[in-house]
């Protein structure tokens, strides 16, 4: 783990403050400072490195992070009081503690950004620090998680033409920024640093925030530091997001791990002169997927499942029964093992928007294998968000809940297995 240690040269200013001090020596104090003044986050100003960068960069006019370090302007630095440097290191620690670089996901950048910022200047605000006037702020977000706020702000246009107006403090950058790279390598060769400051991975960084977060939990339990605001941020902060596509592709290979078939023949006893059947490819022969296209699915989300779908099929060479269902069954689409899917993936259009009834898509399935219009499947797969009239007793095939990232909860589903997309 880094420390925040550095020489008080490093952040040397060609200025000398009003407080008699270089900007080196002011971050050195905002830093024991904060741990002092707030001993939960002790640890973790403790864990993250600080790195000076020159007062005329352009990518960083003032503090940044990219979630493992965080940058510097000297200049921007020493245009603050000491209280609004404790205060701006205060915030670009919390957004490593609290992940939201990481969080941010598909979420548009700029949107992100402004969330973050507004939700972590309301958690310091509340512990009392005082925050530069260009800081974003407003208290209907209090208590409120990034997330939160940032779905609220894309619901409501007028407040997104506010901001593209607004300046924040701070740049948060993506943890490969070649530039940030650049500045810890010079901090590096400059004998300033001889520590490794290469950018840890994905899930370093997560176990280093589920560290942090338990530390300041037991600081809290012991001293009451933590507003109770700051619950949510820290659970979504330590949540680790799931893949979903490998947890699907394993669903499907071990659907019929041994599919047998005659031809082409085992090469390993053909040499003897045996035609023996070989393994086939491992996955289903016939697939059911069902899309929920009530209103409260994404069509985005449709479309990434579909691709998703279409292509372990392709491995596996199976059929596809395609139903799109809200309240009814609005289309169904059938597919050969070897007929492309892209007619339907490109530019791919819901038919419904109504609302979720599950059952109609169940009945079609019954009554299709006894009318032998089509073969038993192998699964149903149905994408949905869990918000919808269930059959009373499960089918006689396996059911896969794919769950949208606000469906209800997994013990919501009455059978089948769940598969939660974050």
Known sequence: MSTLNFTASALESPSVSSSGLSIGRRLQRARIQLMMWQPYLASAVGAYQIIPVSGSTNWCPTMAT???????????????????????????????????????????????????DYATNLLLKDCG???????????????????????????????MAQLTEAVGVDTHLEPDDLRA????????????????????????????????????????????????????????????????????????????PTDYRLY????????????????GVPGPKHLVVALDTSGSIDTDLLSI???????????SQCELTLIQCDATIQRVDSLSPFEDCGELTKDFVAHGRGGTDFRPVFQWVESE???????????????TDGYGSFPERAPDMPVLWVCAPDSIKPEGYPFGACLQIE
């Open 369 to 383: 294998i006894r009318s032998g219009g089509i073969d038993c499947p192998d699964a149903i797969i149905y994408l």
């Open 264 to 279: 082409p023949f085992s090469r390993k006893h053909l040499w003897r002169g045996l035609y023996l059947p070989s393994i």
């Open 129 to 159: 620090l005082t925050m530069p006037k260009e800081g974003l702020y407003d208290f209907r977000f209090r208590g409120m998680t990034s997330e939160a706020i940032y779905d609220y702000l894309v619901q409501y246009p007028e407040q």
């Open 305 to 315: 499942f579909l691709n998703e779908i279409d292509f372990l099929r392709s491995q």
């Open 66 to 116: 990219d979630g493992s370090f965080i940058y510097a302007n000297v200049k921007w630095s020493d245009s603050l009081t000491d209280d609004e440097i404790i205060f701006v290191l205060a915030h670009e620690v919390m957004h490593c503690v609290l992940g939201h670089i990481d969080r941010r996901g598909t979420r548009q950048p700029h949107l992100w950004n402004y969330a973050v």
């Open 181 to 256: 790279a650049g500045a810890r390598k010079l901090f590096s060769e400059c004998g300033i640093e001889n520590r490794d400051l290469e950018a840890p991975t994905q899930s370093e960084r997560a176990n280093l925030r589920r560290d942090l977060s338990r530390k300041m939990a037991e600081k809290d339990k012991r001293h009451g530091y933590i507003s109770g605001s700051w619950a949510e941020e820290i659970i979504a902060a330590t949540r680790t997001p799931l893949d979903w596509r490998p947890y699907l592709a394993r669903f499907l290979s071990a659907i019929k």
